[in-house]
């Protein structure tokens, strides 16, 4: 940052400037930890509830403007309190930064994703190209996580399950109220139906 003043001579012609250059570098960095703190989950890094809300109904005001196709998932994991109980919450947040590295990947570049605290994740998939590619995204999410990875607190091999609710924008949902609670009930069609897959909203057709 320059702040600086102009001198004059007598007959008003400017003869010289006197300023100084603060470096705000740390200034700068620490505003945008703040800014990352407010906007995304401390464990995970994806959007927290409130961050990806508001990101959803920008993207549903963009969508209904350009008539696209876009959709949003409800992931649940399924049984995840085994891990904290059986191997500790250490093992717990492995589980849960496993998860959302993996919606990182899923969504990079063609959507963004959230947790909305626990076990409960969001993600936005835009401009889809067909119905079915949404159901696609969602067995390929089912069956990463199902591959597992090694745990470092524990060193063994888990395997993550989850059951998934998919919803439309404006088929399902006015607003990110309605669209949420549409893709959280098609979640829940699959918890009582053997989980560990996924359904769509307003539909008991379920892919198993």
Same mark, same amino acid.
């Given at each position: 940052m320059i702040k600086a003043n102009k001198f004059y001579d007598r007959d008003d012609v400017p003869t010289k400037i006197v300023g100084v250059i603060v470096d705000i570098d740390r200034e700068k960095k620490s505003e945008m930890h703040l800014l990352q703190k407010a906007s995304y989950d401390n464990l995970t890094q994806l959007y927290n509830r409130e961050t990806f809300t508001k990101t959803l109904a920008a993207e549903m005001e963009h969508s209904a403007a350009r008539?696209?196709?876009?959709?949003?998932?409800?992931?649940? +994991?399924?049984?995840?309190? $085994?891990?904290?109980?059986?191997? =500790?919450?250490?093992? %717990? *947040? &492995?589980?849960?930064?496993?998860?959302?590295?993996? +919606?990182?990947?899923?969504? $990079?570049?063609?959507?963004?994703? =959230?947790?909305?605290? %626990? *076990? &409960?994740?969001?993600?936005?998939?835009?401009?889809?190209?067909?119905?079915?590619?949404?159901?696609?995204?969602?067995?390929?999410?089912?069956?990463?996580?199902?591959?597992?990875?090694t745990s470092e607190s524990c060193e063994k091999e888990l395997a993550i399950h989850c059951s998934i609710g998919i919803a439309f924008f404006r088929e399902n949902g006015k607003n990110t109220e309605e669209l949420i609670a549409a893709a959280d009930e098609a979640m829940y069609v699959i918890k009582k139906h053997g989980k560990s897959a996924y359904s769509y909203a307003r539909s008991t057709t379920a892919q198993i």
């Amino acid at each position: 940052m320059i702040k600086a003043n102009k001198f004059y001579d007598r007959d008003d012609v400017p003869t010289k400037i006197v300023g100084v250059i603060v470096d705000i570098d740390r200034e700068k960095k620490s505003e945008m930890h703040l800014l990352q703190k407010a906007s995304y989950d401390n464990l995970t890094q994806l959007y927290n509830r409130e961050t990806f809300t508001k990101t959803l109904a920008a993207e549903m005001e963009h969508s209904a403007a350009r008539k696209t196709l876009e959709a949003m998932l409800f992931i649940d +994991l399924d049984d995840f309190k $085994f891990f904290n109980d059986q191997y =500790g919450h250490a093992c %717990g *947040d &492995e589980v849960l930064k496993f998860v959302a590295d993996t +919606l990182k990947e899923i969504c $990079f570049e063609r959507g963004f994703a =959230g947790r909305l605290g %626990g *076990d &409960e994740f969001v993600v936005c998939i835009t401009n889809l190209i067909l119905i079915g590619d949404i159901g696609d995204i969602a067995q390929e999410i089912i069956d990463i996580l199902s591959n597992g990875f090694t745990s470092e607190s524990c060193e063994k091999e888990l395997a993550i399950h989850c059951s998934i609710g998919i919803a439309f924008f404006r088929e399902n949902g006015k607003n990110t109220e309605e669209l949420i609670a549409a893709a959280d009930e098609a979640m829940y069609v699959i918890k009582k139906h053997g989980k560990s897959a996924y359904s769509y909203a307003r539909s008991t057709t379920a892919q198993i």
